[in-house]
């Protein structure tokens, strides 16, 4: 029994380690983007090997305009109103919406424009 337990252990620090050593190499590929567009294309490419069966719609919207601009195009339906936020969540830095079939995020960043990431379903699948 103790040494079941101890293989189970052993194949969960294993994966796990598989899984750190992902994302260090994803974040080290970030931090080498150059462009708002390359960071949104390598930002999707770690984000969807977490949630392999996701579309991935990035935009960002400058603090002087009231649209959003599409950085990665994932084919997501309707992400400008998905991004919209309740009255009292607009003034937030960071806020997450979740429906039944996406979950939304939108960060203020520190110039004052802001960035959002919409994560949807695929028609059949569950993020």
């Known amino acids: 029994m103790a040494t079941r337990k101890r293989m189970s252990q052993d194949i969960l620090a294993d994966h796990l380690s598989r899984q750190i050593e992902s994302l260090q190499d994803a974040f080290r590929k970030l931090s080498k983007a150059a462009t708002l567009k390359d960071l949104g294309s ?24 009231t649209q959003w601009q599409t950085v990665i195009n994932g084919g997501a339906k309707g992400t400008e109103e998905l991004l919209a936020l309740p009255r009292k969540k607009a003034s937030s830095s960071c806020s997450l919406h979740e429906t039944s079939k996406s979950i939304c995020i939108v960060q203020r960043l520190v110039d004052k424009s802001t960035i959002g990431m919409v994560l949807a379903r695929k028609s059949s699948t569950i993020i």
């Open 42 to 65: 390598q930002f999707v490419d770690v984000v969807q090997r977490m949630f392999p069966a996701a579309i991935i719609d990035i935009l960002y919207r400058p603090a002087d305009s």
